[in-house]
């Protein structure tokens, strides 16, 4: 154990003494000739000259010591299935996808979309891509057409891996019509769609498109497929993510700074060995799935769980009963979730032993102190929030439990992890802050560590745009979130400065749900804010100014149009995206220059001050809104 200070500034002042450290935690084919190459900021380029494998490090390196410990634990309340393979069983299982994927024609660098639910298959496909070099693009199974025509597009793949359906709370979810239509709406057409067949609801093929992986995987039972070496810095999958633009970026990651970043968070942050067993309760589709469900842990070569469920289904005991069947050491999960926990019997929390756990860790949105103490009581384990974004892929503020054991404070995700050299900056002058309880914009100062995004997908100009700020010798990442520090170094993270809103962990683009809107022909302009909720974190409310007004006159009018707007949302972009509410307004408040004045509508919606208005147009636009709110 050392001292987490000095390992902090080891990490910062001798950057490439500290990460060819860490580098030593996976296996190399060919070692990297240089650590850090920061010669074109804000590029980074990790490991150059090291060639290696993301699928060996997650499989194939295991087979010589673990090869029949449990490798991936799958387990379905939804279909009441539970599989579990060992590290050799799943070696099988991904060569199988893997051959299969070649014969479709995918080779190394082309893109395989992944849209599909929480089953074995799923990590099978992800796991296979990065065996042979090619990248997979998963889309959250929750995204409905236009979403997935949009990132289809974006990512071209040459083959969609996709199943006939998910389950939701005992409800068959079919995904194949979604992805028909959203094929039909793409510019860009995969040559081939492979098909997982569940049983769980008939669906139809285009002949000569569509494939059936259950006779492929017979075909290929026994083909070896070699791990394909790859530069350290060739990208390993692209993972679309909001911003403010309408259009959602494809998050680019490397392999050989991922792989390492990911191996050292697991000891270090997450407490976790080789042998033992991790449960994440994310979903594939989120950066936490990639990291933390599969990645991570199978690089430390711990057993992980892959969940398809709800938590609070058969009954709230289903998270803890896994936990101690499996004896879950490190368990990492979102506060929405312990949220709806909070809510039912805690007794269910008392039923089994949970002496395995190390700790919960949650993340993806800020976890309320009432929450964190609630759930604290009820497990008797300790709960660390950690604070990351997809851009980053694994933590930048986190208590660093691993290197020297510090104490968590309620409210605040830590201190800045290892490899980060985080900084607050002035909203207006961009200058740092350093004093205390000093609110301003959380930034890091480049290169990004290993395994945080290389790129926005084929658009290293929006990379640099969106996120970095140069000033003389230097470059800032932007992370869009406001922070504090206090005096021992803690952040508290407040929300964040854009239009990205975090609906129970989920982020979205207000942008996004707006344009869709918007293609309801009978509204003239939307505006789309984040408000807070007491479940959710926040939910997404919408104001429509409407063509013809008189539509709304009644309130069963309005109704009427609400709801056929939020069907728009539903089928274009899913019913995460799905504002809680509609509401009608003559106007939209704007600056005199036409800005939409999201922060003060966000505020009047929360009851709050919404600030300095000198520059509104029209002030009953606003007033209108807080009219529609009022409590009562
Ligand atoms: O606003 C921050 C919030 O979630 C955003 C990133 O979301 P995503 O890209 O989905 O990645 C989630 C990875 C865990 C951040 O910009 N956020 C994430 N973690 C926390 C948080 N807000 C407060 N506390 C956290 N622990």
Redesign the pocket.
């Known amino acids: 154990m050392t001292d987490f200070a000095q390992f902090y500034r080891r990490s910062i002042d001798q950057r490439d003494a500290f990460w060819a450290e860490q580098a030593e935690l996976i296996d190399w084919h060919e070692r990297p000739r240089q650590i850090c190459d920061y010669s074109h900021p804000p590029f980074a380029r990790w490991f150059a000259g090291g060639t290696t494998n993301l699928c060996h490090n997650a499989v194939d390196r295991h087979l010589a010591t673990r090869p029949d410990q449990n490798a991936l634990i799958f387990v379905s309340t939804e279909v009441n299935e539970e599989r579990v393979y060992s590290f050799r069983e799943l070696h099988a299982e991904v060569q199988r996808m893997a051959a299969t994927l070649k014969s479709l024609g995918v080779g190394k660098g082309d893109r395989v979309l992944v849209y599909m639910p929480m089953i074995p298959e799923a990590a099978f496909a992800m796991l296979a891509c990065t065996r042979i070099g090619a990248l997979h693009s998963v889309v959250f199974g929750g995204f409905a057409s236009v979403s997935l025509a949009s990132r289809i597009d974006d990512a071209e793949p040459v083959v969609i891996v996709s199943a006939d359906a998910g389950s939701r709370g005992g409800k068959v979810v079919a995904y194949k019509p979604l992805l028909d239509e959203a094929i039909k709406l793409a510019q860009c057409k995969p040559a081939k769609v492979l098909m997982v067949d569940r049983g769980l609801v008939a669906f139809s093929r285009v002949a000569g498109r569509d494939e059936d992986y259950a006779a492929w995987r017979e075909t290929h039972a026994s083909t070896p497929v070699p791990c394909e070496w790859v530069d350290a810095e060739h990208p390993s999958y692209t993972l679309y993510?909001s911003g403010t633009t309408g259009r959602p970026k494809g998050v680019q990651r490397d392999t050989g700074g991922y792989a390492v970043a990911l191996a050292a968070s697991m000891k270090l942050i997450f407490l976790g060995n080789p042998g033992e067993t991790y449960f994440s309760t994310s979903d594939i589709g989120?950066?936490?799935g990639h990291s933390y469900i599969i990645y991570g842990p199978l690089i430390n070569g711990m057993a992980t769980i892959m969940y398809e469920g709800l938590p609070i289904r058969p009954d709230a005991a289903i998270w803890w009963s896994l936990v101690e069947k499996y004896k879950v050491t490190s368990m990492f999960s979102a506060p929405t979730a312990i949220r709806v926990l909070k809510k039912q019997d805690p007794a269910a929390l008392k039923k089994h032993d949970l002496s395995s756990l190390r700790a919960l860790f949650?993340?993806?949105?800020?976890?309320d102190e009432p929450t964190a103490r609630w759930i604290a009581d009820a497990l008797g384990r300790p709960i660390i929030?950690?604070?990351?974004?997809?851009?980053t892929g694994w933590p930048i503020?986190g208590i660093c439990n691993g290197v020297e054991k510090a104490p968590s404070k309620f409210g605040s995700?830590g201190k800045a992890v290892y490899g980060y050299d985080v900084k607050l900056l002035d909203e207006h002058t961009g200058e740092e802050l350093t004093g205390h309880h000093q609110k301003g914009v959380v930034a890091i100062e480049g290169p990004l560590p290993p395994g945080c995004m290389q790129t926005v997908w084929r658009d290293d100009e929006r990379f640099v745009k969106t996120y970095w700020k140069t000033v003389p010798g230097r470059t800032i990442y932007n992370?869009?979130?406001w922070g504090i520090r206090d005096e021992d170094g803690y952040y508290f993270?407040l929300?964040?400065t854009d239009d990205?809103i975090?609906v129970a962990?989920?982020?979205l683009g207000t942008r996004e749900i707006e344009e869709s809107i918007s293609s309801h022909p009978g509204v003239a302009e939307v505006a789309v804010v984040g408000v807070a909720d007491a479940l959710k974190g926040q939910v997404a409310m919408a104001f429509a100014v409407l063509k013809d007004p008189s539509r709304a006159a009644t309130a069963q009018g309005a109704r009427g149009l609400e709801g056929e707007i939020m069907k728009i949302v539903d089928e274009q972009l899913g019913a995460l995206a799905r504002p809680s509410r509609v509401r009608f307004v003559s106007a939209l408040p704007k600056t005199r220059s036409g800005k939409m004045l999201r922060r003060a509508i966000q505020a009047v919606c929360e009851q709050r001050d919404p600030g300095d208005l000198t520059t509104i147009e029209d002030p009953t636009a606003l007033q209108q809104i807080r009219d529609l709110v009022a409590p009562g």
């Open positions: 993510t989120w950066v936490v949650l993340a993806g949105e800020p976890l929030d950690n604070y990351w974004q997809t851009e503020l995700p992370t869009f979130d993270i929300g964040r990205v975090n962990g989920h982020r």
